[in-house]
Each structure stands twice: as structure tokens, then as C-alpha cells.
């Protein structure tokens, strides 16, 4: 009998055949079953394909050259058919990312690319394109004694609450020496990548909670900062295109599920815009103007 | 995995050059040019002509986050992301480039020739490139000097910061220019920003000619009106313009020729000259060892 190891993650039970330890231990029985093994080499009937992935209804493949390649069907299996001896951190790097993008997507789920902090009794994802600071603004709010809920993909259920991630937030080295945490012991991501994992048990909220706000983060060319309340098909587009891998969505033919989900939670929140200067990265202002303009 | 095998045609169009050199002048002349308003083009928006080292389009079309991946790997895939996004447009694709020309593997070149109708490669007297880069980069032009000469010189390659677009490797001002303008796997047409300063209309249409869309006279100088250095620089002075660096104060500066004169000593003159000197006689910018510019 295979080895297996359960465990709980984006409000979904997990089983899985090889260790993941970045997730939280748990028992029951599973929603999702992640197994090694063969995988397709081509999918029938490709609705969407990129580079490195193929989408059809209710499947994805994905490949990582010389790391994985990772099948994922239903919203409820994903095999993982890796190169290497084991399965070490850089195979799960990409499961846990675009593979389990993939399968909350097949799970009509709507994933957002970026992180969740707990103000109150509520969640806030902070969105927006890659390099614009959702990590590292996630990760200074954690620095001042805020939970987080997830880090780089937080998912909104059908209750339209942010469901929890697991308790880890990927933070690059300059932003990592600006914050006050455990620097030893921290892991790179990658041996060529200096992005480190950092963990974050104490300061991590491990129940749903309702969505509140989505802060969408801009960058502009000069001094100060700002916000604007998006409303309108403004509100509507800024969340489609920060849905996780959103061009995943067609392929997995979940335009409907995601326009429903969207539809439904989009009045019961707010979206922001909020734009900070390129540099310096002032985590500390940009965090005031934040609580003080938002989170009041 | 392999790219579905529809047929590959060649759409895009590369507009590569050096910084500071006319390659956004330009992208703003081909947006009015191929817009049906009677109004300037906004410079805040040139979608027509989308950046080839953009983070946004290779994570999309890739389906990974470049931030969780090398720069060498980020560039074996490239190739296939300009392929497939060659594969899905039936229109015209204008990019705008700084990297170099060069092998990615030993197999592929960073843009692919199978794809690539051709390249408009902008170039510009490198003692004025040197004055304007380091206004741009809101460095001293002394410092600047050691970048025009590096041959390692590159953008976005520090590997301990997500920076926002992908690594882009220039190589020093000689290499860049040398390695669009040798390449022989994609048809080239240079254009010196002096012509396209002293002998705009002739210049313009050149290019025009050479990407292969039907225009009239009238077209070409209506887009040349809409894209003049008045009207660019009111509309940064307006509104900004979001590809200015944070630490310089305008993109749109003087755009003169021979502004060098005014800040550059013989020194520094001279270490331009003594690195670059084939490549400024080739193109005019020498003659004997005096500038023509």
C-alpha cells in the first residue's frame, strides 16, 4: 500500500502520496487525491493552449522543463510525473501554483493572483500585476503582528469568503532585508532564485472569512500615494484580469462559473485602486496609507 | 509539448534599438498612423506597439510565474511566447525591443525568424545617446560612460528583486547595434533618429515602405504632426508619461542632435570614440575622428 499523507488547504482535504510539508496536516476524507504517476502526453480536444500548458474541459497539463509535468482532471485528481529522483521543493513550487490554479478553476472556485491579510473580522486580497508588491505589502502587514491568509493565490469560495492557503509567504531578498523576521534557516525557492520561503505559523488565521475588499496595487512615476473606488465595469474587469492564470478560464470552459461567482461577489465588496511610487518600495507609508484610506 | 501546428506566418514587426535612440518617437508616429482619430494618440497608450519584455504577456501566455524562474530559463521560453502570440493574432504585431540579437540555446535565437517579418532597428549617435540615457537613468554622465562601453551591460538582471519586466540583455552600444544590424535571419531596415530629425518625411516613409502598410502622403504627415516633439512633450508635461524612470523628470527632454556638446568634455568625448569607433564610421557619425553630429 502507497505511503499517504492528508492534509488541508484552500478549504479543500488533500491526499496526497508524497509529502507536501509547506501544507497543514488534517483528517478526513479527500476532496482532491494527488498522486504520482504517467500523464498524457497530449490532451484530446485543446480548447486553450500556452507554452507550457494545454486546457480542455475539465483537464490540464502543465510542464515545467526538467522539473514536473503535472495533469490536473475534474477539480479532483492531479498527477504529478516528475523527471527528477524525488520530489523535492521546486516540484511542489509549481503544483502548489499554476497546477492548483488549475484545479480551483475545474472547482468553479475563483482563485485571485495575491495575498490575504485579516483586518477585523474580515479579509483583504491584495492583487495586481507580478513585481507591484502584493507579497511584500502582505508580508510587512505580517511583520506588524496582522494574519495572513494566503500568499500569492487566495481563493474565494462559493460562501464568498476567503478560504485559508497555507501558512508560507514568498518574499524576495530586498524586500526580506527590509522586514523583521527569522532570517536564518529561510529557504530559497529555487537554488538559482532568490525568492525565500518564509513561514508564518504564529501570524497565520486558519478559518474562512468573509471578503471585504480587494486592493488592486498600481505603480506610477512619481511621488505619493493614491486610491480610487472602482465601481461599474471598471470594478468588474480589474478583478476578472487579476483572476489567477484567468486565461486558464476559457480553456477549462469556465467562463460561466467564473462570471457567476464574480457577479455574485462583486456587490458585496469593495475594489480599490491604490498606486505607489516605483521606488523606493515604502512598506511602512504604503501601509499607513492603507489603514488610514481603506482599512478604517 | 509542442505548439499546435497551424501555420506559422511571418506578423511580427521588431522595433529594436538601443535606449534613447527614436524607438519611442516612432511607436507613437506608427500608433497615430494607424489610428482613425482626429485627435493626437495619447502617449500613455501605444497598444499597438506592446513591449517584448513584458512579465505580464510571458506569465499569461506561458501559464508560470517568471518570478519563480531563472533568467536562462525565462529565455528559452520567450521564443515560444512571441510564436504563439504570432499564432494568434491575424493582425500586424509591433514590438518594441532593447535587448540584443543573440542565441538563446544553440538551437533558437531570442526572436524567432520564422515569425518575423522584419526589424526597424533605431539608431543614434551614441555621444547623444550617452547625454540623453544618463538624463533618463538620473545618473551622472561620467557613470553612464561605463554602461555604453559594457559589454555585460543589461536590464531588469538582479537576481535578488522581482523586477518589473524581464531580464534584457544589451551588451555594450557597439554590440547592440552590431548584433541586429549582422543578423542575417530577419530583413532589417536601419534609421538614423538624425534623419528622422533633419528628414522626417523621407525617413518616415521609408520605414513605412519597408513594414509594408498601404498609406498616403497625407496619412504619413498627418501622423508625423500628431507624433511632433511639441506635442509629445505637452502631453507629458499634461498628464506624465508612464514610461519615464521615477528619478528622471521627463522623458520627452530636448531630443536635439549634437546636444553632446554641451556636456560632455574631451575626456569623456574621447572614451565614447576610442570603444565605438567602427560602428559610428559605418554609420556616419565619424568622419576621420571628428563627430559629424
Known amino acids: ?296 | 509539448m509542442s505548439i499546435a501546428k497551424k501555420e506559422q506566418i511571418k506578423n511580427i514587426i521588431w522595433l529594436a534599438s538601443y535606449p534613447k535612440s527614436g524607438n519611442t518617437w516612432f511607436r507613437v508616429f506608427l500608433t497615430n498612423l494607424l489610428s482613425d482619430s482626429d485627435v493626437p494618440s495619447n502617449i500613455n497608450d501605444l497598444t499597438e506597439t506592446s513591449i517584448s519584455s513584458s512579465r505580464k504577456i510571458f506569465d499569461e501566455y506561458t501559464g508560470l510565474s517568471s518570478s519563480d524562474l531563472t533568467f536562462e530559463e525565462i529565455d528559452r521560453m520567450r521564443p515560444d511566447v512571441y510564436r504563439m502570440q504570432s499564432l494568434e493574432s491575424e493582425e500586424l504585431l509591433f514590438k518594441k525591443v532593447h535587448d540584443k540579437f543573440y542565441y538563446v540555446d544553440d538551437n533558437q535565437v531570442l526572436f524567432p525568424d520564422e515569425i518575423s517579418k522584419g526589424v526597424i532597428y533605431f539608431i543614434r549617435n551614441p555621444l547623444d545617446v550617452l547625454v540623453s540615457f544618463a538624463y533618463h537613468s538620473a545618473r551622472p554622465t561620467e557613470k553612464m560612460i561605463s554602461v555604453l562601453n559594457n559589454p555585460e551591460y543589461a536590464f531588469c538582471d538582479k537576481n535578488d528583486k522581482l523586477q518589473n519586466q524581464l531580464r534584457q540583455i544589451l551588451g555594450s552600444w557597439s554590440d547592440h547595434v552590431k548584433s541586429w544590424t549582422k543578423q542575417t535571419m530577419i530583413p532589417v531596415h536601419i534609421i538614423r533618429y538624425e534623419d528622422m530629425v533633419n528628414n522626417t518625411f523621407e525617413s518616415f516613409s521609408k520605414a513605412v515602405k519597408f513594414i509594408g502598410i498601404e498609406k498616403t502622403e497625407a496619412q504619413i504627415k498627418d501622423a508625423i504632426g500628431k507624433s511632433d516633439f511639441s506635442v509629445l512633450s505637452a502631453q507629458e508635461k499634461e498628464d506624465g508619461f508612464k514610461e519615464k524612470m521615477i528619478k528622471s523628470k521627463s522623458f520627452f527632454r530636448k531630443g536635439k542632435i549634437g546636444d553632446w556638446q554641451n556636456h560632455l568634455d574631451e575626456k569623456m568625448k574621447n572614451e565614447i570614440i576610442t570603444n565605438h569607433k567602427d560602428v559610428m564610421m559605418k554609420y556616419g557619425y565619424l568622419d576621420d575622428h571628428n563627430p559629424v553630429f
Open chain 1, 1 to 296: 500500500m502507497v505511503e499517504a499523507f492528508t492534509y488541508k488547504a484552500f478549504g479543500l482535504i488533500i491526499k496526497s502520496e508524497f509529502e507536501i510539508p509547506e501544507l497543514l496536516v488534517f483528517e478526513g476524507s479527500p476532496d482532491v487525491e494527488i498522486k504520482l504517476g504517467e500523464v498524457p502526453k497530449q490532451l484530446k480536444d485543446i480548447t486553450k493552449q500556452g507554452v507550457k500548458y494545454q486546457a480542455a474541459k475539465n483537464e490540464f497539463l502543465l510542464e515545467v522543463d526538467h522539473i514536473a509535468k503535472y495533469y490536473v482532471n475534474n477539480g479532483r485528481q492531479i498527477i504529478v510525473d516528475t523527471v527528477k529522483t524525488t520530489v523535492d521543493k521546486e516540484v511542489r513550487l509549481f503544483l502548489l501554483g499554476s497546477a492548483f490554479g488549475a484545479l480551483f478553476l475545474q472547482r468553479g472556485l475563483l482563485p485571485v493572483h495575491g495575498s490575504t491579510i485579516k483586518f477585523g473580522d474580515s479579509a483583504t486580497i491584495f492583487t495586481g500585476l507580478s513585481g507591484v508588491g502584493k507579497s511584500s505589502i502582505a508580508a510587512y502587514f505580517v511583520s506588524r503582528g496582522y494574519n495572513a491568509l494566503a500568499d500569492d493565490i487566495s481563493v474565494v469560495n462559493h460562501n464568498l469568503k476567503v478560504v485559508p492557503g497555507f501558512p508560507n509567504i514568498k518574499i524576495w531578498n530586498d524586500v526580506l532585508q527590509k522586514l523583521d523576521f527569522n532570517k536564518e534557516s529561510l529557504a530559497e525557492i529555487r537554488p538559482n532564485v532568490k525568492k525565500f520561503q518564509v513561514p508564518i505559523n504564529d501570524n497565520y488565521f486558519n478559518e474562512p472569512l468573509p471578503l471585504k475588499n480587494i486592493i488592486i496595487i498600481n505603480t506610477k512615476n512619481s511621488p505619493g500615494f493614491e486610491h480610487e473606488e472602482l465601481t461599474g465595469i471598471k470594478k468588474f474587469n480589474a478583478i476578472k484580469n487579476n483572476t489567477y492564470r484567468y486565461r486558464f478560464v476559457q480553456g477549462l470552459e469556465k467562463q460561466l462559473d467564473h462570471f457567476q461567482i464574480l457577479n455574485k461577489l462583486l456587490p458585496e465588496i469593495k475594489v480599490y485602486r491604490v498606486t505607489r511610487p516605483q521606488s523606493p518600495l515604502l512598506l511602512n507609508e504604503f501601509a499607513d496609507f492603507i489603514l488610514n484610506n481603506i482599512i478604517t
